[in-house]
């Protein structure tokens, strides 16, 4: 069996926000971490920040909207590394607007992101963990997946719901060849994302309705990313973890 220190885990959209907290953390339990963007300049300096912190971390150029990036990113990873033991498909982007007006451009582009690019990197990176007979897919989903939270994410929540039915297909497909699949499903989260997305209104709304009554911070998914991507987390899969601070679990809140 591989120690974390022979293991590549690579993490899209892994340059900023939520993916920066889990190659981090992924880097910290001494896996060789692969940084992966769209952003190329920003995922150099995120593993330089890492190498610098004395981890083993590697850019990668990689844009999940893409199959011809995908495919290239693969192939890089298998040429260069020879392995992909975890993969964290953590990129994702969201829009919101009125049900009624939503736009189909948008509703493609965020299926695209979401949903085929966590297919695609999942396909990839499975048929690099199927020699070693193990393997750990982990996806980003959201509450907004298990919930409706907030008008305007037709697309975003639709997305997400779908990224946990492809999880539990994928787990029921490769647990025989030691590969589990599981998703969490973030609360709300202080990011470059919810900077731009969540108004101060909607920010003491959602905060209102998490009996923690406040927003996670990135070292908290990271946490949970940790444990699916151990040893530890063998006999889970098909799973969807919520890391939100009650969100999922509470109704009306008052007395
Ligand atoms: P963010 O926008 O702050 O960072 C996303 C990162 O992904 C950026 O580095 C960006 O360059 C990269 N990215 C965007 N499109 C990409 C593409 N096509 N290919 C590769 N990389 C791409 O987002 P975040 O808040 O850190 O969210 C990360 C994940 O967590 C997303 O899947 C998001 O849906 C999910 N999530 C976030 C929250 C939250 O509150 N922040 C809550 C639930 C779920």
Redesign the pocket.
């Known amino acids: 069996m591989s120690s974390n220190s022979e293991r590549i885990a690579l993490v899209?959209?892994?340059?900023?926000?939520?993916?920066?907290a889990i190659a981090e953390q992924l880097a910290r339990d001494g896996m060789t971490v692969l940084v992966?963007?769209?952003?190329l300049e920003?995922?150099e300096k995120t593993a330089q920040r890492f190498r610098e912190a004395g981890h083993s971390a590697h850019p990668v150029e990689?844009?999940?909207?893409?199959p011809a990036?995908i495919n290239a990113a693969f192939e890089h990873i298998a040429t260069t590394f020879g392995r992909c033991d975890v993969v964290v498909?953590?990129?994702?982007?969201?829009k919101t607007f009125p049900f009624i007006e939503f736009p189909l451009d948008n509703w493609l582009a965020t299926l695209n992101?979401?949903l085929t690019?966590t297919l695609l990197c999942s396909q990839c990176a499975a048929r690099l963990m199927l020699p070693k007979r193990w393997g750990r897919i982990i996806n980003?989903?959201?509450?907004?997946g298990m919930r409706a939270v907030g008008k305007g994410r037709t697309a975003?929540g639709t997305s997400?719901a779908a990224v946990i039915g492809l999880t539990r297909q994928i787990a029921s497909e490769l647990a025989e060849q030691g590969i589990t699949a599981n998703a969490i499903?973030?609360?709300?989260?202080?990011?470059?994302?919810?900077?731009?997305?969540?108004s101060a209104d909607f920010k003491a709304a959602y905060t209102s309705a998490i009996p923690m009554k406040r927003?996670?911070r990135?070292e908290e998914?990271a946490a949970a990313v940790s444990f699916l991507a151990s040893e530890s987390a063998a006999y889970v899969t098909g799973t969807v973890i919520p890391v939100d601070g009650g969100f999922m679990s509470a109704g009306a809140l008052g007395t």
């Open positions: 899209t959209g892994g340059a900023m926000g939520i993916g920066a992966s963007d769209l952003k920003e995922a990689l844009d999940v909207g893409q990036s498909n953590n990129a994702g982007i969201a992101i979401n690019g980003i989903a959201s509450v907004a975003y997400k499903a973030p609360g709300p989260v202080d990011t470059p994302m919810t900077e731009v997305l969540h927003y996670g990135p998914i």
